[in-house]
């Protein structure tokens, strides 16, 4: 009896204790010198919390090509973080510091990456269709229920939505790249499971879309 009373008072003094330890340790700092105290990470964990943090919404050759000082990375990560990027407080700094060492000042110029013209001009060819061309009203109809509220009414984007202009592109004769975005999902846009003959029906629908005319 006793011996229960003190292992309850002593767990419930043990929890009390957890808090209190936790809050004499500064809380995450924010500042450029924190950052520069942090080990710089490997390769890999930097790129991973790169990966998880930052390619839902940007692409790697976008934060490649910047050549930010510490102090900016600070800014900008902390920003992010703001904006939404999934970053624990703990991985800010070697984030930061790991972002520093791959994209500073004296990262030297950036070398887009670049592929043959034959083989840009494989990338974007048409494919034939596995199944037979779809029915545009179909497609009408399940485009506004499963993609406009992203890609807009028209397909064409919207101010403040997410998606992007789908009309007159080059994908749209590219059958398995649009069922693998729709399938996999990409950046912000979720996975939706359709079948190939919904694909076919919504393809039928956005391939009927003519280009906007050019402004006046
Ligand atoms: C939820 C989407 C989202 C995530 C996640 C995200 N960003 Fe951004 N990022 C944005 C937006 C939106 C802008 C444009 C912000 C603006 O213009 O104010 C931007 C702009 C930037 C810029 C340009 C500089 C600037 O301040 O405008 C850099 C560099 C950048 N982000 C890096 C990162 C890094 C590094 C991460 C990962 C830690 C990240 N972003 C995660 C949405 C995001
Ligand atoms: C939750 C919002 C959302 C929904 C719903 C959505 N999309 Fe997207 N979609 C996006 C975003 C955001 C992108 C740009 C992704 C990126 O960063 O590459 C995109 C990209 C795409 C692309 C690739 C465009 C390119 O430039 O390569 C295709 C094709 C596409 N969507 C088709 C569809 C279709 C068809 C549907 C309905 C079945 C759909 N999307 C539903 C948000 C969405």
Not at 37 to 46: I, K, M, Q
Not at 62 to 81: D, E, G, I, S
Not at 92 to 100: D, F, K, R
Not at 184 to 210: N, Q, V, Y
Request: charged share 20%; aromatic share 4%; proline share 10%.
């Amino acid at each position: 009896m006793s011996r229960l009373l003190f292992s309850s008072v002593f767990s419930a003094l043990l929890l009390t204790a957890c808090p209190k330890t936790e809050s004499t340790s500064p809380p995450p700092s924010t500042d450029a010198s924190a950052a520069e105290a942090a080990t710089p990470l490997a390769t890999t964990d930097g790129k991973s919390l790169v990966a998880t943090a930052c390619l839902s919404c940007h692409s790697e050759q976008m934060l490649a090509q910047q050549r930010l000082t510490q102090a900016q990375w600070q800014k900008v990560v902390t920003k992010m973080v703001g904006w939404g990027a999934n970053l624990d407080p703990s991985e800010v700094a070697p984030l930061v510091a790991y972002l520093s060492s791959t994209s500073g000042p004296d990262a030297g110029p950036y070398i887009a990456e670049t592929i043959p013209a034959s083989e840009a001009l494989a990338e974007l060819a048409p494919l034939p269709d596995p199944v037979p061309p779809g029915d545009p009203v179909r497609g009408k109809s399940l485009f506004i229920d499963k993609c406009s509220g992203c890609h807009g009414q028209d397909a064409r984007g919207a101010p403040g939505a997410l998606g992007v202009l789908l009309v007159d592109r080059p994908f749209l004769h590219r059958f398995a790249d649009v069922a693998k975005t729709i399938r996999k999902g990409r950046g912000k846009m979720l996975p939706l499971s359709l079948s190939d003959t919904e694909i076919a029906d919504i393809l039928a629908h956005l391939r009927s879309l003519k280009p906007a005319a050019p402004a006046q």
